[in-house]
């Protein structure tokens, strides 16, 4: 088979134009490199976990504990004494109180009937709760929200049944509160 001088022409014109169509590509394409060139530099992490810790005080000025005394409490009085908590944490927090459910007698003092029932005597926290029976108080009491750094006042009421008899006359009583900080 034999080619014509023009049919030559046309397969020279088609490689040209491919020629020049496969140079565009390359000239118009990304250059493509085998360098594999990076950076880096170096920085810190801190990390510091937050801190949760309580602050008591009473009108007393007692430094790290509160100590109430209800004295002289009378058969149908209430009592009122303030507590002051402190967040001195790093995160809000929810205070409790609870009150150890077993008291005992108080340092010099003598109760003088086996029989005494300590549900005459009753607690509540200003504003929070009512006053409750002694055997009937919850295992802790929510006072609500504290921020960091900040002091909450809160008055504990305490009364005596109106109807408590004789065998109440000079009882010393004590119980032990806990105040705790839950974050939140």
């Known amino acids: 088979m034999s080619f014509t001088p023009s049919t030559k022409k046309n397969v020279r014109n088609i490689a040209g134009i491919s020629a020049v169509g496969l140079a565009a590509v ?58 002051y908590v402190t967040n001195t944490g790093s995160i809000p ?4 109180v609870g009150v150890d459910p077993k008291p005992s007698p108080s340092a010099g003092a003598v109760v003088t009937s086996a029989r005494l029932d300590v549900n005459k005597l009753a607690m509540g926290v200003s ?7 002694y055997r009937s108080l919850p295992a802790s009491v929510n006072l609500g929200s504290i921020a960091s750094g900040e002091t909450k006042a ?24 806990t105040v705790t900080l839950d974050q939140q």
């Open 154 to 177: 809160y008055v504990l009421d305490v009364s005596l049944d109106s109807s408590a008899g004789n065998e109440w006359q000079g009882v010393g009583l004590s119980t032990t509160a």
């Open 127 to 133: 504003g929070i709760t009512a006053l409750t029976p």
């Open 26 to 83: 390359l000239l118009l394409s990304p250059a493509v490199s085998t360098a594999n060139f990076s950076a880096s530099d170096i920085g810190t992490i801190d990390v510091k976990a937050a801190t949760l810790s309580v602050g008591l005080t009473d009108d007393k000025a007692t430094v790290g504990s509160f100590d109430l005394d209800f004295t002289n409490l009378k058969p149908g009085e209430v009592q009122h004494q303030t507590f």
């Open 93 to 96: 927090a929810t205070v409790k």
